[in-house]
């Protein structure tokens, strides 16, 4: 599809695209400003705190270490970061993400998702490693959906369970392409290598392509299967008032007449993660299939995982 194609009629068109699949400007904070890096934001389902970093232009920036283990070890913290588009960091954010001592950030986005979201906003000497993950057309669709402004045309794309049935398809992928297993793998190698300092990885929402990264990387490291998925569930919790606002902010402008379409695309369920995880026993018979055949990581490589990322 050509750049012309793609574009929206109108600057109001753009800005209602804007509004879906990037971040607030100023991003309502879970903790004291002065808390800083390490303030925590504990699940209420959850026995382990998750380690948000609160930012003003980013909601879905969390520390993926903490958990605990099969095994009684726990997931070391302040090596791997998660987190949702980084292009509307302001420079108190930046600032922030300075702290953290990343040598590598990860970006799992599309080049049409950074043509319109923009490119990361980076402390000074890091530059974003592009990684992307292929999402099947969905920016496009939506690109076209809200574009259009048509409620009709929004029901026929988005409606009669289509987003759901849109969503679980690309989570296969995540699991059937080899490109993306490529990325996924290059990304596991490189959280493995001991000389390999702090590292982030995300995508748009920090959600999807970033919610299974997480939890195949804890699932690696011997984190329970339900506690892994109580991670990826919980960028609904850190992502929920936001998309919300989205939703009666499109509506307001006239753009959506009904905005819940969306919900499905903005969501993350655990109907979308067993797509993936059935996709992975079908292909590879189980995890360690998956690991092994599926991302070509030989036992050495996961040795030097657990290494690393477990004390």
């Not at 068109?13 to 990037?22: G, M």
């Not at 753009?255 to 903005?266: A, F, S, V, Y």
């Amino acid at each position: 599809m050509s750049r012309a194609r793609i574009r929206l009629a109108s600057t109001a068109a753009a800005a209602a695209l804007t509004a879906v699949v990037t971040l607030p400007a100023a991003a309502p904070a879970v903790a004291a400003p002065g808390a800083g890096a390490a303030a925590l934001h504990p699940l209420r389902q959850e026995t382990t705190a998750i380690r948000r970093i609160p930012l003003q232009g980013a909601v879905n920036v969390r520390d993926v270490g903490g958990y605990r283990t099969y095994t009684g070890g726990q997931v070391r913290q302040g090596l791997v970061y998660r987190s949702d588009a980084l292009s509307k960091l302001t420079p108190a954010d930046i600032t922030a993400v300075a702290g953290l001592g990343l040598t590598r950030a990860v970006d799992f986005r599309i080049p049409m998702e950074v043509q319109y979201d923009g490119a990361d906003r980076l402390p000074s000497g890091l530059s974003a490693t592009s990684r992307p993950v292929s999402d099947l057309g969905l920016y496009a669709t939506l690109v076209g959906a809200i574009g259009s402004g048509d409620p009709v045309k929004q029901e026929q794309m988005l409606g009669g369970g289509r987003a759901e049935a849109y969503m679980r398809d690309i989570y296969r992928t995540f699991v059937s392409s080899p490109e993306n297993r490529a990325q996924f793998a290059a990304t596991l190698r490189e959280i493995a290598d001991s000389g390999q300092g702090p590292i982030l990885y995300h995508c748009t929402s920090g959600k999807d392509r970033t919610g299974w990264m997480s939890y195949v990387l804890l699932r690696a490291l011997g984190v329970p299967e339900a506690t892994a998925g109580s991670d990826y569930l919980a960028s609904n919790t850190f992502r929920g008032a936001y998309d919300a606002q989205v939703r009666a902010a499109l509506k307001q402008s006239g753009r959506m007449q009904n905005p819940d379409l969306l919900i499905p695309l903005q969501e993350v369920r655990q109907d979308y993660l067993d797509a993936a995880t059935a996709q992975l026993r079908a292909d590879y018979g189980d995890f360690y299939g998956y690991l092994t055949d599926g991302l070509g990581l030989d036992l050495r490589t996961l040795a030097k995982l657990q290494a690393k990322m477990v004390r």
